[in-house]
């Protein structure tokens, strides 16, 4: 089992900055891609980042050029640096771990919204 714990969001500007970050814990070898998702009211659950353990990166096409995801091994932590934050960036952003390339773990969820 992985467990994830979420922190940093919060209430923005737009224009603002944010970062989150997502502490693991638990059985983490075999961990082989961590992300970020998020999910607007009444939308469905979309990929915002996600890197792999080889460092190799992607990005959702609304986020590229703002967001930056990265890692820290000896943390066990991945984070998501937001910048130039939309207000269409508001959701809720949830943490992503994938073992063995088929069991995923995800994390409750950190509240960002970004006022006009």
């Known amino acids: 089992q992985v467990q994830l714990v979420e922190a940093g969001g919060g209430l923005v500007q737009a224009g603002g900055s944010l970062r989150l970050s997502c502490a693991a814990s638990?059985?983490?070898?075999?961990?082989?891609?961590m992300g970020w998702y998020r999910q607007a009211p009444g939308k469905q659950r979309e990929m915002v980042a996600i890197i792999g353990s080889t460092g190799h990166t992607n990005y959702a096409e609304s986020v590229k050029g703002r967001f930056t995801i990265s890692g820290d091994g000896a943390k066990n932590t991945v984070y998501l640096q937001m910048n130039s934050l939309k207000p269409e960036d508001t959701a809720v952003y949830y943490c992503k771990f994938q073992r063995f390339l088929r069991d995923n773990y995800w994390g409750q969820g950190t509240q960002v919204t970004v006022s006009s």
């Open positions: 638990g059985s983490l070898s075999g961990v082989t891609i």
